[in-house]
């Protein structure tokens, strides 16, 4: 029997083993903190354990972290992440038996990755009685508490603790988008991060057994890996800390960490852009002859030698709403890998594959084949924007240029880490070491193409100096003030990360030059959109771009004198027009940044006073407050 509970939306969930033979207890609490433990005693149900179809288990694996505005159910119904529990327990039992078969191993081995029959594959060089545990002999290894302690934007992720007194993290990724690209997505992830640790000396998880499909015992896609046990970087980062504040410490330490991960991700020069796989994951295709060669120069040791390649890249942008695509005729030839000697054909790519994107869809749209809800306008826009950034591509940067230092080293394969970020760190205090935690989306790409990580990027106007920037600073309202104490401190972040790369890599500095990022910012542009409209935001940048195009051709920095593209009168006044509307929508509209999603807490809070009301057809307005006469 399963023993579980459920209290209303939750913001923490757990599942454990009573002392009954054959019966887990679920817990269901809510807390706002990001705790590793429960913290309170719920009522409690039964069931029984082998039975995965129990209705009643579906609460524990239900979205419970958020709700959205518009179509909350079907947004959640995306991100239910059942799975079986009996499965799980399977898997934790042959990855037990690996780890003894792995104890006769000669010490200093590092062994390839096995391919269960039940279709799963185990990291053997990580399944290591060190890591796994051990119980009693004869025994088996029984799982004796589940919890749900996340709830991310691409995954869910379960803390399991069993018998062997050890935990571990299951990560299961919401079906958001085809098997294809789940697949793809869990075994790059994998592979880059076996590289992280074995090739770059990078502190991660240690991973020990995947499913790229709902084939195998757990049913579901999924990562099961080492548990950390810590506190999360964020939780030292005070972004708006006031100079030489009690803080200062700990903000110098987060930009250290996280400095120090990116100069390891980049150190190594690869042979390809694209992103890393095993190497025995791809036994058909991608037989370019630049993918047949190792995938970086000089490894002796023969552990490493041919391990993993370069496939196709598995950026997010590649591969978001791309439901619409014949995966093998449409996308696959556009995902790379790219040889070194074409590093502008990585943007060329995304503007080819996200503009046959919003053809197909237009198309469909059309044929009355597909519920789209954008309009037929803003696709066709799409597919100019996007035919753009393709034709722009090739001369985007002179890629022999002697204008811009240390070009070639600027433009090598370098790996990218789209969330290289305090969130994504944690800090095991009893070590003393960080562990960077989830790799999903990376890729390798020239490093003058990786933008800022978010947490520090900043492109709003600079301000070094508050009172020499600021012509009469002093005489400011202090609402003033406070605007521009937001606009200095947010520069000076992005300038203290600067400062360490330059520190650590300056041979790379000069990818943060000011025309090296307008350069890049329509690519950067099209990588980071989150709606239908963001297009402007590319168009906006090309557009920034045809202004300054004669100044950087003068300085040969880039390819062709003339500017590549033609915007006549009537294209620049529609774009000023629609980029206007854009900014007014993102201003008047409530949570647009997250596209209507809100916190859980907050969203209970809004809709018991009345701030946010429930419309007939399940959608959510927000009350807008009465005009003051």
Known sequence: MIRYTVAGSSRRSALGVSRRVGTIKYITTITTTPKRFISSKPNEVFTKLTNDNDPKRDAFFKY????????????????????????????LNDVYIQSNEMAKAPDGKILPPVFNKNLTVSLVNNVIPKNIGKINPNEKVQVTTLSSIHEGKHHRIYKVDTNLNKAFILRIPYPLENENALSYRIRSEVATMDFADLKLGIKVPKIFCYGVNSLNPIRQPFVLQQFIEGDLLMKDWDPLMEDGSSNQEKFDNVIKQVSDFQSKLISLKLNAFGSIYFNNDFKDGHDKEFVRENIYDGETNPD???????????????????????????????????????????????????????????????????????????????????????????????????????????????????????????????????????????????????????????????????????????????????????????????????????????????AVAPPVKLLRSPYIAAVERKTEEEYLLIDE??????????????????????????????????????????????????????????????????????SIVKQENGDYTVKQPEPTK
């Open 304 to 510: 490493l030698q041919n391990r993993w390649k370069i496939g196709p890249s598995v950026e997010r942008c590649l591969w978001r709403h791309k439901s619409h695509l014949d995966f093998q005729k449409q996308m696959e030839p556009l995902l790379g890998p790219w040889s070194k000697k074409s590093p502008m054909d990585i943007i060329k790519n995304t503007g080819l594959l996200e503009a046959e994107n919003a053809k197909t869809r237009l198309a469909k749209k059309e044929a009355g084949s597909s519920p789209e809800l954008v309009c037929s306008r803003t696709l066709e826009e799409q597919v100019t924007t996007y035919e753009n950034l393709a034709k722009i591509a090739p001369d985007l940067f002179n890629v022999k240029t002697k204008a811009i230092p240390n070009m070639q080293e600027l433009l090598s394969p370098r790996l990218f880490h789209p969330d290289l970020d305090p969130m994504n760190i944690i800090v095991n205090k009893e070590a003393q070491e960080a562990y960077l935690l989830d790799f999903e989306g990376a890729c390798a790409k020239p490093f003058i193409l990786q933008n800022s990580p978010q947490f520090i990027a900043y492109d709003g106007p600079k301000i070094y100096d508050l009172k020499e920037d600021i012509t009469d600073y002093d005489k400011l309202s202090e609402a003033e003030k406070a605007q521009y104490q937001f606009m200095y401190k947010r520069t000076r972040n992005q300038h203290q990360w600067e400062k360490k790369l330059n520190d650590n890599n300056p041979q790379l500095i000069t």
């Open 541 to 610: 940048s090309l557009l920034q771009l045809k202004e300054v195009w004669d100044i950087f051709a003068q300085n040969d920095l880039v390819n062709q004198k003339k500017f590549p593209l033609t915007y006549s009168k009537e294209d620049i006044e529609r774009h000023v027009e629609d980029l206007q509307k854009l900014h007014e929508k993102l201003i008047s509209t409530p949570f647009a940044a997250t596209q209507g999603w809100i916190p859980q807490d907050m969203f209970d809070q809004l809709l018991k006073s009345g």
């Open 64 to 91: 419970t972290w958020g709700s959205w505005l518009k179509n909350d159910k079907q947004q959640k119904e995306k991100r239910f992440t059942k799975f079986s529990i009996e499965g799980l327990n399977r898997i």
